[in-house]
Each structure stands twice: as C-alpha cells, then as structure tokens.
C-alpha cells in the first residue's frame, strides 16, 4: 500500500515552545490530508483538514492558532503546535488519500509523532 | 453527526480460535467503512476497505462485512494467531471530504 511518512516520531520539548510536525505522502499525492490526535488509551480525534493550497479546515473545538496548518505541496503537510503545553503532550497522527483514489479512496496513515512538553 | 460505536471493548481468546469484532454506526449514508490495526505506540496499518456498494472484503485470514440498513460492520479473524494481538479500529468515511469517524477500538490479546 502506500506509504506516508511522519517525521518527527517523537519529541520533547519545554512549555511555551513551538513544534513542527510534518506528514509526507511518499509514492503518491494527495490535495487533502487529515490531522488527528489520539489520548492514551482512547480513540482518534480528527483535527482538521489539511488543503493543498488553502487554508485548513477545523474541526469544532480545536484552536487553528494553537494548531497551525501549513499544505504547501501535493505531499507535505505540516502542523505546527505553538506555545505547547503540558496538556498538548498527546500522539498526533496524519493520514492522506491518493488524489486518484477520489473521495472515497482508502486512507493511509503515517506512524504517528508522540509529543511530550515539559 | 456520526457516531461509531465497537464492542467488546476488549477481548482474550486463545491461540486458533475463530473470532468476530463488532462495529456500528449511526449515520447510513458512509461513502466507506475502513477497519485498522493499531500495535501500542504506532499508526495506523489499513486491514480491509469496503466500499457502500460492497457488502464484505476479503484479506488472507480476515473478512470484514458491511451492513447499511443496519448499520454495522463486523470484522472475521479466522484461526487467531498471538501475532494478531493488537488495538482493532473501525472507521467510517462521511460524505465532507471523506473524513472517518473511528469507533474507540477493541484490543484484542490471543493468548499463545
């Protein structure tokens, strides 16, 4: 199937400092990717979506300036957590959709980054 | 707003034994239904993908069905092996940019 990648897997980081997570779609593009979050021991939460070439979409209850979504090319998408706190430790997981798969193509999903703030 | 719901929440079965996970969601008008592996600390690894159009999907030692007029979908593990042990998730892909809404999991543990 097709591989989309995560970087970083994890990090640590101090309160108040921001962190860049990016979501890659290696064999394939994709005009939208998903941003989830996921607590221990529960189920996946979508964030928001993530548009090539226009702003992202939230979902309701998530700060878009808390969570910053950058989708500047057909295979990278970023987001970036600013001003982390304690309570944004969490697993962040992105998935994609082959743009050939159309709407209702299957979703790949990257291996997820564990954010952790001190 | 569509809600997907798994039972059991967990589940402890010994080695080769044949095993269904449930799935059911509220909202009939899905564009799919997905099932997913999910080993503790990692992604997402995709099983099976039915479409709404489809009724089962079929993957070696797996079968996943689907039911819109009910509103559920169950995931068929066959002969059971340890290596199976992990969280199973069921998700269900809406018409607004094919979002999924993922049902909390069933972990699953096969006992050698």
């Known amino acids: 199937g097709a591989v989309v990648s995560q970087h970083p897997s994890w990090v640590i980081c101090k309160s108040g400092t921001s962190v860049k997570i990016e979501c890659r779609s290696l064999d394939f593009q994709a005009t939208t990717m998903f941003w989830y979050r996921q607590f221990p021991k529960q189920s996946l939460m979508l964030m928001a979506t993530s548009n090539e070439g226009s702003k992202a979409t939230y979902e309701q209850g998530v700060e878009k300036d808390k969570f910053l979504i950058n989708h500047a090319s057909l295979t990278l998408s970023t987001l970036t957590v600013t001003s982390a706190h304690p309570e944004d430790s969490s697993f962040y997981i992105c998935?994609?959709?082959?743009?050939?798969?159309?709407?209702?193509?299957?979703?790949?999903f990257g291996e997820g980054s564990r954010l952790t703030v001190l | 707003k569509q809600e997907v719901t798994q039972i059991p929440a967990a589940l402890s079965v010994p080695e080769g034994e044949n095993l269904v996970l449930n799935c059911s969601f509220t909202d009939s008008a899905i564009y799919n239904l997905q099932w997913f592996r999910q080993d503790p600390g990692k992604g997402l690894t995709s099983l099976l993908l039915i479409q709404s159009s489809q009724r089962e999907q079929t993957s070696g030692r797996l079968n996943a069905s689907l039911d819109k007029s009910s509103g559920r979908s169950t995931l068929y593990i066959a002969a059971s092996q340890p290596g199976d042990s992990a969280t199973y998730l069921c998700?269900?892909?809406?018409?607004?940019?094919?979002?999924?809404?993922f049902g909390q999991g069933t972990i699953l543990t096969v006992h050698p």
């Open positions: 998935s994609a959709r082959d743009l050939a798969g159309g709407p209702a193509g299957e979703l790949f």
């Open positions: 998700a269900g892909g809406g018409t607004s940019y094919g979002k999924l809404t």
